[in-house]
């Protein structure tokens, strides 16, 4: 039978689980080449900062804010580019980050999980609604007789409702909880190479004894100064007022 005939003769519940498929699949594949661009990339992000880390701070920060569009390039990225920072504020920084990336990696999961609780409803709600048409036309006189075989046909098609609904709301849970399974692996490698640089970050802390540094460190605090305090020395230039003694001179 073919699949468009199928789908007619499920009736009008068919339409809005035709949009479930299409909201779910467009979740799915978007969420499949994120994970994929992700995964391929990763582990060689997290070799790279870490290796450039142990030699130079500074090449460390230039490898991880040149991998920011990876979400593992902007978690080690965001103690790097702190300046004169301590542990205890590297480690916030790390964690603040990793919250952050983690809850962008479970986006569509809540669609998802609408899709795998509607559809199946939708196909029951077809099926009771294509047996009331179908038993609606039975007289008790046709019992037992031919008349009755179109109800049988009737009721065999409001079953396709329920099916349709069913695949969908499986094809839809084996993908969540794949993707599910991949964000609690996430976890693990976040707080691993989390804590490998936090370990490198103690035991070979950066030099801020360097000019470049601090020259650095004072433009952008200059960068971010108020208004008020960039203005301040636009102020100093007005003249003095006279003096009590020039008030009180004779000659002027």
Known sequence: MDILDLFYKGGPA????????????????????????MLNQEKEIVVRVLNAASENWDAAADIA???????IGRFLYAPLRLLRTDAETFRLALESTAEEELAG???GEKLLEAVITISPLLGLL????????????????????????????????SLITTAAGLIIAIASLVFYRLFQGLVI????????AGNDLELLYRQFPPDF????????????????ASPYKRNK?????????PGESDLLDPEQ
Not at 211 to 218: A, P
Not at 233 to 241: I, Q, R, V, W, Y
Request: zero cysteines; hydrophobic letters at 40%.
């Open 14 to 37: 068919m339409w809005p689980l035709l949009a479930l498929s299409i909201l779910s699949l467009s979740v799915i594949f978007e969420r499949l080449w994120f994970w994929l661009r």
């Open 185 to 192: 692996n996430q976890v693990k490698v976040f707080r691993k």
């Open 233 to 241: 020395n636009k102020f100093s230039d007005t003249p003095e007022l």
């Open 126 to 157: 077809g099926t009771v609604l294509g047996l009331i048409r179908s038993l609606g036309g039975i007289r008790i006189g046709d019992l037992g007789t031919a008349s009755t075989a179109n109800v049988t046909l009737g009721i065999s098609e």
């Open 65 to 71: 804010r040149r991998a920011t569009s990876q979400p």
């Open 105 to 107: 990696m479970r986006r």
């Open 209 to 224: 004894s360097d000019t470049s540094s601090i020259i650095l460190q004072e433009s952008l605090s200059d960068d971010f």
